[in-house]
């Protein structure tokens, strides 16, 4: 008698395969949003003294958009990064 239950029923089996989660999952997982935060808290600092820097130490305003971008886009990327090399260690070890 077979032990897997599943052996016998293809539908059961193809149910039972695990999927790879979705990049949005993937993305908000705490680990990658955590290191994608520290990375887009650095990298945004150092873009802002870069493209502001001469406006900030002049006295005059910056753009609050200007700003907000230059941490959100290292944060989009280091975490679609970090989301996208989950997945493909997903798929990886999923392979027999």
């Not at 897997?4 to 089996?13: E, F, Q, Y």
């Not at 305003?61 to 493909?88: D, H, K, M, T």
């Amino acid at each position: 008698m077979p032990t897997d239950k599943n052996l016998g029923n293809p539908a059961r089996a193809a149910a039972s395969v695990r999927r790879r989660p979705g990049m949005l999952r993937l993305v908000l997982q705490p680990d990658i949003a955590r290191a994608a935060l520290k990375v887009s808290l650095v990298v945004g600092t150092v873009l802002n003294v870069i493209n502001n820097g001469e406006q900030l130490w002049a006295g005059h305003g910056v753009s609050i958009w200007r700003v907000a971008l230059n941490f959100v886009v290292p944060y989009c990327v280091s975490s679609y990064s970090a989301a996208r090399n989950e997945a493909q260690r997903f798929e990886r070890d999923a392979m027999p």
